[in-house]
Structure formats: C-alpha cells, structure tokens
C-alpha cells in the first residue's frame, strides 16, 4: 500500500493503486482497508515510536492542526456541513485534527483523529453502516487533541512545547497541557480577553496598544523562497487563567507579531514553566507554520485526501499509510541532509519533491504498463461501472413506483 501510494499515478485509490501494482483487481487493497485482521492503532503507535528514535537528541515541538477533504455525500463517515480551512469556508467535508513532532530540520505527523459532528455521532443507524466503534463517542477537536498529545507522551515523545492556531486557544485544553508538563504557544484573536498584572481586563488588541514603538524587536523567523523573513515582535505579561490545583503559575505573556510592511497583528498566548525568553517563544510558534508543508506533502504525493473511503475502518487505515509514506520521506530527506557529506555548491538540500523522484526513478517498481495489463484492467473497470450502472437504475425503478 505505501509502495503504490509513493508510486507515479495520477490519483490514488484501491483501483489505480492496484493497477500501478500489478494487481488484477483491487480486492486486496480493498480487504487490507475494510476487512483484514490489522490493529491500525498498534501500528501507529510503533511508527510514533519509530519516528522519535529517528529524532533522538533534537528538541521537539507539538503541533496540532485540522485539514478537510471535501466529500459529496454525508453516508462517508463524519461527513457533514462544518468549517474547513481546506475548502475555504463551510461545506460537506470530513475534518480530521492532526498531531506532528516538529524540529529545526523535521515535521512528521504521528497521530490524527478523525472529528465526528454532533448529529454523526450520534446517530446509531449511521454509525453501524460505517462501522464507528462504540467506546467512540462525540468529542471537540480540543478534547481530540489532549487525548492525542496525552497518548503521544505516554509513548515516549520528548517535548517541552505545544503550538497551535486559535482553534486550540480553549482553556480546558490550556489547562491539560499545563498538566502534562509542557508549555504552550497557541494563536488568539484580536478580541481575545486577557488580564493584565493590574487584574484589569483588556482585549488583545486593546493590550497591545500599550507596547511603545521601541520596545518591538525585529526577528528572523526563516527563509523563503525570496529570501529571510522577518516580522517585528513585542510580548506583555497577563495573568494565567488556567493553573491546574498543586501547580505553580508560571510565566504567562501574550505575544504579538507585527508585519514589516502592512503592519497587520497578530497575538499569541503563551505559558511557560519557567524563565523563557522572547527569542524561545518565536522559534516555538514558527514551528506550527511547518506542519501546513506536511499536509501539503501528504495531499500532493502520498494520497492523504484522495481515499475515496466511506467506513471507518477504512478512514483510519488509508490515513495511517498516507501518513507513514508522508514519514518515509521526511525522515529521508532529513537523513540526506544530516550526513554531513559535501554538496554541490549553488545546489539547495534535497527536498521532498526531488527525493520522491529519486526514488521513483531509482528504488520504487515502475507502475505496471504492458499492453495485456492495460487491456485487462480497460475491461475490468468497464465491467464494474456496468454494474454498478444497471443496480442504479434497479434501485430508481423500484423508488420510483407508487
């Protein structure tokens, strides 16, 4: 399955993935994602332990993010009318939140969990046709994203930050993060309340008024592909609001990021353990940006939102593997560029897109193309869409009579 996922195809289901593989049908890959005997929380677990021995040594961060793949129909699972920054707005998608670890170099998605609205989850009839386990229950995408961060933990993971946009704002999820031992850096909006060391209450952007013209500081925060990026940074002490009983407070600022040139803000609320420098939250909210490049890499290579999946065995299935052929070649290309051999001057390290052409080229069967091949899976699919045509019709004649 990961083979035909990094394999040269124009899209990537059971039926192209099984062509390009050789397969006379796709029936296997069908039954590895609907029926085998597989334990896909065990095996996300081993690639969560396998991907932390592969970064062994580095400072990690945790990120968490949701992405959505639109769908046509609410009979795929968790599909309803809801949000999705992926489709720009509301509409019929599933959402599914995201867990990566994050270093200076590497950004591996280790967790996800797939968000089921209100009215899904609590449908019984809906959720026996996809097969939705009963200990799965309706939970927020910041309940999600605390039991993830919780499992991450207790597997190994070596982290001291967590970052976020402002869906992970909530204070619940704030205060479970304060009782794993980790800090924080997540995204609020401008109207976010705060309280300042006066105990006066002020909105974020009220607050940060209060920041005199040299007190920003301008700070790199990476390179693009027109050179170094740079914003101006400002922070100011709050109050924490969600101390756990038996903890200490705590350093707790709200951070602002000012652009150079249009002079829009935005605001960032951050706790620390202890002491912790400007310099420390920057480099720890510049790593949330890293993980839109995963998904990204996982919609473009690896097939994340292309499973064509109704059930839930199915879902978590497709998405574990489009996630460990995400890994695969993150973990490489972060191997090529840590060897410390020479390169070729005036060449960038190896990204993701090239490595995936090295490997196609070099290591990875060629998809299969002989000419009896082609013929067969013509006929085969011809076939199926026949069928599926004449049980159609069946369905609307019978629908159709009084």
């Known amino acids: 399955m990961v083979t035909g996922l990094l394999t040269e195809v124009d899209t990537r289901n059971c039926w192209t993935l099984a062509e390009a593989l050789g397969h006379p049908g796709p029936h296997r890959l069908q039954h590895l994602l609907s029926r085998a005997s597989f334990d896909h929380d065990r ?53 599914a939140v995201h867990l990566a670890v994050v270093t200076a170099s590497v950004r591996v ?14 449908d019984e009839e809906r959720r026996e046709v996809a097969g939705v386990p009963e200990e799965i229950m309706f939970a927020t995408k910041l309940q999600q994203t605390a039991a993830m961060v919780k499992q991450a933990l207790d ?10 946009d402002e869906v992970y704002c909530g204070h619940g999820l704030r205060r479970s993060l304060r009782e794993f031992g980790l800090g924080y850096a997540v995204g609020v909006s401008h109207a976010y309340p705060v309280t300042d060391g006066a105990g006066r209450r002020w909105k974020a952007a009220q607050l940060i008024n209060k920041v005199q013209p040299g007190q920003w500081m ?33 350093v707790s600022v709200l951070v602002a990021r ?15 353990p202890g002491n912790v420098t400007l310099a420390q939250l920057v480099e720890v909210i510049c790593r949330r940006w890293r993980i839109e490049e995963t998904f990204q890499l996982g919609k473009t290579f690896t097939g994340l939102d292309e499973g064509q999946v109704t059930c839930w065995n199915s879902w978590m299935r497709w998405s574990l593997f489009s996630l460990i052929a995400t890994a695969v070649l993150a973990l490489t290309a972060a191997a090529t560029t840590s060897t410390g051999s020479a390169r070729p001057a005036r060449l960038v390290p190896l990204t993701c897109p090239e490595l995936i052409r090295l490997l196609r080229a070099f ?17 085969w699919r011809r076939h199926h869409q026949a069928v599926a045509q004449a049980c159609h019709q069946h369905r609307h004649t019978i629908q159709d009579q009084p």
Do not use: N
Request: charged share 25%; aromatic share 10%.
């Open 155 to 164: 597997l190994g993971v070596k982290a001291r930050w967590f970052t976020g």
């Open 218 to 250: 301008r700070m790199r925060t990476g390179h693009g592909a027109k050179g170094t990026r740079e914003y101006d940074w400002a922070w100011l002490d709050v109050r924490a609001d969600d101390t756990p009983d038996g903890h200490a407070d705590g």
């Open 363 to 379: 290591v990875l069967t060629r998809p299969a193309r002989t000419a009896e091949h082609v013929l067969h899976w013509m006929a």
């Open 43 to 95: 095996a996300r677990e081993a690639i969560a332990r396998l991907v932390m021995r592969e970064l062994a040594g580095q400072e990690v961060v945790l990120v968490a993010d949701e992405t959505g793949d639109a769908k046509s129909s609410t009979g795929c699972v968790g599909a309803g009318r809801q949000y999705s920054g992926a489709i720009k707005g509301v509409g019929l998608c599933q959402v």
């Open 109 to 122: 998605v280790i967790d996800r969990a797939l968000y089921l609205p209100r009215d899904w989850a609590a």
């Open 258 to 272: 000012r652009h150079r040139y249009t002079g829009e803000v935005s605001f960032y609320r951050c706790w620390a």
